[in-house]
């Protein structure tokens, strides 16, 4: 049984350019979170997706930053116009329900901005 | 939201003891507990929900306490591999998301 897998695990990407971040939950599960994590920081929440729907985007900055979990196919987090601020580890992590169940970590993707 | 653990580093000697303390504000549904070495992802290591049990498997093990909305993670008799940053997330009762504390630093030294 296959874990969370996310691609790339590490993207570069110029000032301006997009960044597609890729996740694919473990199998059978519907619900799945995103979380950027600075060097030597905590996991600071993103968003919170279920099977086409939008949970809960409150940790998702206003601008540039978007996240979908369509029917078929992984979830994306998509970066547009990528600053230098935006360079940090990018987890996302699954689970087959809402509160109270186990969720498990994808190893990330490192996203450098130059 | 976000929980507060406490301390934010611990230094060991192998063999010794450490209790990490996760606190919150607000009204919990469950209490998860991680440990993440550097450069690598998050692992589970146990859920607790409200009802204030206890889990625990080896020498790791946690409690809640529903009524003061805290949780802490017992280690004993610490191992090398033991070493790495342990996160504490957080469910929130009426929210659906899952909040992490910002990590306390566990050193063990042979």
């Known amino acids: 049984n296959a874990g969370v897998m996310q691609n790339p695990r590490h993207l570069v990407r110029r000032r301006g350019q997009e960044a597609r971040l890729r996740c694919s939950p473990m199998?059978?599960?519907?619900?799945v979170y995103w979380y950027r994590q600075l060097p030597e920081e905590g996991l600071k929440f993103m968003v919170y997706?279920?099977?086409?729907?939008?949970?809960?985007e409150s940790g998702m900055p206003k601008e540039r930053f978007s996240a979908e979990f369509p029917k078929e196919g992984p979830s994306i987090l998509r970066i547009q116009q990528v600053v230098r601020g935006d360079s940090a580890a990018y987890f996302c992590?699954?689970?087959?329900?809402?509160?109270?169940?186990?969720?498990?970590f994808g190893q990330g993707t490192r996203l450098t901005v130059v | 939201q976000q929980p507060v653990q406490s301390p934010q580093a611990v230094i060991l000697r192998e063999g010794e003891d450490a209790v990490i303390n996760c606190s919150s504000s607000k009204a919990l549904y469950s209490v998860h507990w991680y440990r993440q070495k550097h450069g690598e992802a998050p692992v589970f290591l146990m859920i607790l929900l409200k009802g204030g049990e206890q889990k625990g498997h080896e020498k790791i093990s946690a409690s809640f306490n529903e009524k003061k909305q805290q949780s802490s993670l017992y280690l004993t008799a610490s191992q090398l591999s033991y070493s790495g940053t342990y996160f504490c997330?957080?469910?929130?009762?009426?929210?659906?998301?899952?909040?992490f504390g910002q990590g306390t630093r566990l050193t063990i030294n042979p």
């Open positions: 199998k059978g599960h519907s619900h």
């Open positions: 992590a699954s689970s087959d329900t809402f509160l109270g169940a186990e969720a498990f």
């Open positions: 997330g957080t469910e929130i009762q009426g929210a659906q998301k899952l909040v």
């Open positions: 997706l279920q099977k086409e729907n939008i949970i809960d």
